[in-house]
C-alpha cells in the first residue's frame, strides 16, 4: 500500500524539498509514498489568485479565506484526514507520528500569513498539530518534519525495521547514549560495559541511562509514564 501525501500549499515549488534526499527521497523513487501538491492560488476567484483578506475586529497581518481555501478542499481533499500544521495545534508526538503512518493518505494545509479562517478547521473537522513551541514563517517547513517522521516509520523505508524500537520517545523515554569506533578518542572512551559482550547488562546500562537522560531533560515524559500506569 502506497502513503499518499496531499500539500495545500501557495508555494507548491518548495515540496518535496529534504524529503527528496536520503531515505525519504528513496522512498519516494521507489513508490512507497507519493507527493501531490495543490496550489491554493488554483482555487481563487479572481485573476490574481488572490486567497487572503484582512481579519475581522482588526489585527495585524492578513487572514487566508475561508471559501477560497475550502473551494480547493472540496475538488482535491473531502472526505479525507486532513491536518493544518499550526503553532496552537496539538504538539506532534512519536505516538502521533505512528498514527498517521496507519493512514493510507493524508492532506496537510500549510498556512500562511496570520493563519486561517476558523470556519474551516470547524467544517472539515480539521487536527491541528504543532511541532514546537515556535512561529514559523508558514506551514511548509513544518509539514516537511510531520511528514519526515512518518514515511520513515512505513515498511521498506528503514532498512533495519529494529531501528524505530529503541528510539528516543519510545516508552516515553530520550534515547541511551551511542558510540562507536574509534574505542578511544581525544582521552574519551567508550563505555567499558559496552564493550563485554554482556547483552543483559548492556540493556540494564542502556536503560539506565535512558532513565537518567530523561530526568534530567525532559522530565515532562516521565510523568507521562506515571500517569498512563
Known amino acids: 500500500m502506497v502513503f499518499k501525501a496531499k500539500i495545500l500549499t501557495i508555494f507548491p515549488e518548495i515540496f518535496p524539498g529534504f524529503l527528496g534526499y536520503s531515505l525519504t527521497g528513496k522512498a519516494l523513487k521507489e513508490g512507497i509514498w507519493s507527493l501531490e501538491t495543490i496550489n ?4 481563487a476567484f479572481d485573476k490574481h489568485g488572490s486567497v487572503d483578506d484582512t481579519p475581522c475586529g482588526g489585527g495585524a497581518g492578513m487572514i487566508m479565506r475561508p471559501d477560497v481555501l475550502g473551494n480547493a478542499i472540496d475538488h482535491c481533499a473531502a472526505n479525507q484526514k486532513i491536518i493544518y500544521m499550526s503553532p496552537k495545534g496539538r504538539p ?3 505516538a502521533k507520528v505512528k498514527e498517521l503512518s496507519q493512514l493510507p493518505e493524508l492532506t496537510v494545509i500549510c498556512g500562511r500569513f496570520e493563519g486561517i479562517d476558523e470556519r474551516v478547521l470547524e467544517e472539515y473537522n480539521i487536527e491541528e498539530i504543532s511541532i514546537g513551541d515556535y512561529v514559523l514563517t508558514g506551514g511548509e517547513q513544518a509539514a516537511m518534519i510531520m511528514l519526515d517522521a512518518i514515511i520513515r516509520l512505513l515498511p521498506g523505508v528503514l532498512g533495519n525495521s529494529a531501528s524505530t524500537q529503541n528510539e528516543s520517545f519510545e516508552d516515553n523515554l530520550l534515547e541511551y547514549p551511542q558510540y562507536t569506533r574509534p574505542i ?16 543483559e547488562n548492556i540493556a540494564k546500562w542502556q536503560k539506565e541511562q535512558a532513565l537518567q537522560i530523561t530526568k534530567e531533560r525532559r522530565p515532562d515524559l516521565l510523568e507521562k509514564t506515571l500517569d498512563s500506569k
Open 40 to 43: 491554493i492560488r488554483d482555487y
Open 92 to 94: 506532534l508526538t512519536q
Open 184 to 199: 578511544e578518542w581525544k582521552n574519551r572512551k567508550v563505555p567499558e560495559i559496552l564493550l563485554s559482550g554482556h547483552h
